[in-house]
């Protein structure tokens, strides 16, 4: 059984890493992908002609053309939860199977929203970029967590997680999530409109989806208090940018925080990133090495349950799962 593995040697350094790579080659023969950039529609049609299975990063799309390109093929696999971008109908259709990895990086992500919440609350690094410039900071006062109000925006794995954090800190919790049961007495389950005029912090954990496509958009940041701050560790899609950076530039809000955006690769915007009451990161809230291992092992498991001709647990369209014993053994 022959596997490409799509991530370029940066991004395999650091989104597989070389436990997740020695058991792949243990179970497979791997082909890597040894270019600095990400493989396009046609570069990764060339790469996996002779492939059974792909494992593949988040910023390698999974387009139509590919899944009747690769008659071979038998199963695309994501070491990421986000296939937005891969085309599932088409590859049911061709019988490919398409799997994801589940959220590996929960507590990853929850302690960088915390890490926001102080830096927002107290002029973290504001300060320090002030000292490593040579200038003398501004003493402000700051906020305490305890006592504050949390608004968390979805309530899943992360909003979960993070809300008991912020309840062991003093934290009062707000959710809104109109999917999700809340049994904690301890939490108020609020719609958005109601939790946006109440939170101090809003953190956005929400699932992209249609539904949620701007769902922070002009009408919801003119309902936050003129001293909260929003976060975001969900997707950009979630976001009005335009509609945010006016909030910003005019102090509407008081500041916010972001590890994602609507640049290339779910990155912050580079425009938004840049505004002083903005604190931003990279997309490094899943990158540390229990959450990106957690990940990547689980490609090894589902590969390997493939190769055995089961269904992994993160699949997606395994009824149409119609390749399964097609691909050539090698």
Known sequence: MKVLLTHTPQARAQYYGARALSDLQAIAEVKLHDANDALDAAGLIAAARDVDIIVA??????PREIFSALPALRAFVRCAVDIRNVDVAAASAAGVLVTRAGPGFIQSVAELALGFMVDLSRGV????????????????MGRQ???????IIGY????????????VLGMKVLVADPYATVSDADIL?????????RADYVVCLAVANEETENLIGPAALARMQPHAFFINLSRGNLVDEAALSTALRENRIAGAAMDVGRALDQMPSPDLAKLPNVIATPHIGGLTPPAIESQALETVRQVEQIIAGDIPAGAVNGEQWKRRASGAQR
């Open 57 to 62: 990063d988040r910023l390698t799309a999974g």
């Open 125 to 140: 690094s504001r300060a320090t970029a002030d000292y490593h410039a040579g200038r003398k900071p501004e003493i402000i």
């Open 145 to 151: 967590l305890a006592g504050s109000r949390l608004g």
């Open 156 to 167: 899943g794995s992360i909003g979960r997680y993070l809300a008991d954090i912020a309840k």
């Open 189 to 197: 389950h609020l719609p958005l409109d109601d939790l946006l005029v």
